[in-house]
């Protein structure tokens, strides 16, 4: 959050205990922003509230809401349409078994709200459904006329070639609102083994996109039987700076047009649009000359060795009989 901000609503579609929105709220100034929430878990809702008292933002604790943002999403304005957000986070689950309630979803009021469309379900691994392109399509959906936010998804949203996935994708290009995608190191959470990039939508964003691969970044520690990558104060604020300031980085980050995306298939990953570096090496006139004689003599040798070996093959088929 860089520019001057107040009386701003947050919200979070996946809240859990509240981490990124309290994160957001500490940004923004807990006195200018209000907070809104939902989420499936009752005992992470009551957390929430918890934070909220411990981060001056009590006057937001009639927000947060327990129940199923998907199916049944809370906020609604005055007319009954779905609440518009001006700031949104979200770390939403990537996967779970939503198989019970896919063909509720596919109603009038829910056609815009997921415009990629609703998954199938599967036959078996029902606990493999990705639940995580609904989030986005949501937060697509509710973010305000000049809203940004911020979603975690796991990487191969970011390169996925046909489906939901590259529907949405298409989507963010087309209303232009995309800021960028930064492509964070494996084991960034404790909680995910899953390689995860950060998408930034940005409603007011028509001009260029930044893609940063901050993959090759951080340092790996143990924690318990698990293993952590950690970033560095330093590391952070060079992506944060890479993102805002709209940097080119050789194998860092890219600054591309929303039609160079199109041209690439809607690929968000930076290193897709790296260049190819081809190594020329200066040599001299008499340094060629040499080189290409060594070349002569080495294929002189090779087709001599190929005439003996021609003569022995020829002289020992001549000795094979029919016994």
Same mark, same amino acid.
């Given at each position: 959050?860089?520019?001057?901000?107040?009386?701003?609503?947050?919200?979070?579609?996946?809240?859990?205990?509240?981490?990124?929105?309290?994160?957001?709220?500490?940004?923004?100034?807990?006195?200018?922003?209000?907070?809104?929430?939902?989420?499936?878990?009752?005992?992470?809702?009551?957390?929430?509230?918890? @934070?909220?008292?411990?981060?001056?933002?009590?006057?937001?604790?009639?927000?947060?809401?327990?129940?199923?943002?998907? &199916?049944?999403?809370?906020?609604?304005?005055?007319?009954? *349409?779905?609440?518009?957000?001006?700031?949104?986070?979200?770390?939403?689950? +990537?996967?779970?078994?939503?198989?019970?309630?896919?063909?509720?979803?596919?109603?009038?009021?829910?056609?815009?709200?997921?415009?990629?469309?609703?998954?199938?379900?599967?036959?078996?691994?029902?606990?493999?459904?990705?639940?995580?392109?609904?989030?986005?399509?949501?937060?697509?959906?509710?973010?305000?006329?000049?809203?940004?936010?911020?979603?975690?998804?796991?990487?191969?949203?970011?390169?996925?070639?046909?489906?939901?996935?590259?529907?949405?994708?298409? *989507?963010?290009?087309?209303?232009?609102?995309?800021?960028?995608?930064?492509?964070?190191?494996?084991?960034? +959470?404790?909680?995910?083994?899953?390689?995860?990039?950060?998408? +930034?939508?940005?409603?007011?964003?028509?001009?260029?996109?930044?893609?940063?691969?901050?993959?090759?970044?951080?340092?790996?520690?143990?924690? #318990?039987?698990?293993?952590?990558?950690?970033?560095?104060?330093?590391?952070?604020?060079?992506?944060?700076?890479?993102?805002? @300031?709209?940097?080119?980085?050789?194998?860092?980050?890219?600054?591309?047009?929303?039609?160079?995306?199109?041209?690439?298939?809607?690929? &968000?990953?930076? #290193?897709?649009?790296?260049?190819?570096?081809?190594?020329?090496?200066?040599?001299?006139?008499?340094?060629?000359?040499?080189?290409?004689?060594?070349?002569?003599?080495?294929?002189?040798?090779? +087709?001599?060795?190929?005439?003996?070996?021609?003569?022995?093959?020829?002289?020992?088929?001549?000795?094979?009989?029919?016994?």
């Amino acid at each position: 959050v860089n520019e001057e901000v107040s009386n701003v609503t947050c919200y979070d579609p996946s809240a859990g205990s509240g981490t990124l929105l309290m994160n957001l709220a500490h940004a923004i100034g807990e006195e200018k922003c209000t907070i809104y929430s939902q989420d499936i878990s009752q005992k992470s809702s009551s957390l929430l509230r918890l @934070n909220l008292i411990l981060n001056n933002l009590v006057h937001s604790i009639q927000n947060i809401i327990q129940g199923n943002t998907i &199916l049944h999403p809370y906020h609604k304005d005055d007319n009954g *349409k779905l609440t518009k957000f001006d700031y949104i986070v979200s770390n939403p689950p +990537f996967k779970l078994d939503f198989s019970d309630y896919v063909a509720d979803l596919d109603t009038k009021e829910n056609h815009d709200r997921f415009f990629a469309g609703l998954p199938n379900v599967p036959k078996a691994a029902k606990d493999k459904m990705a639940i995580y392109p609904l989030f986005i399509q949501h937060i697509m959906h509710t973010l305000s006329e000049k809203g940004k936010a911020a979603i975690v998804v796991p990487t191969g949203f970011i390169t996925a070639q046909s489906g939901i996935e590259k529907k949405i994708r298409e *989507k963010m290009v087309a209303e232009k609102m995309l800021s960028g995608v930064v492509s964070m190191p494996s084991n960034i +959470f404790a909680t995910t083994g899953t390689n995860v990039s950060i998408l +930034f939508l940005n409603k007011a964003n028509k001009g260029d996109v930044v893609l940063i691969d901050a993959s090759k970044l951080g340092t790996t520690v143990k924690e #318990g039987k698990n293993q952590k990558t950690l970033l560095s104060s330093e590391e952070e604020q060079l992506i944060i700076d890479t993102f805002n @300031n709209k940097v080119a980085k050789e194998d860092f980050s890219v600054v591309v047009s929303y039609e160079d995306i199109k041209a690439k298939n809607y690929s &968000l990953s930076a #290193g897709q649009y790296f260049e190819v570096k081809i190594d020329y090496v200066d040599i001299t006139h008499e340094e060629f000359t040499a080189k290409l004689n060594g070349f002569e003599e080495n294929l002189k040798g090779l +087709f001599t060795e190929s005439k003996v070996l021609e003569k022995e093959i020829e002289n020992n088929l001549k000795g094979l009989r029919y016994e």
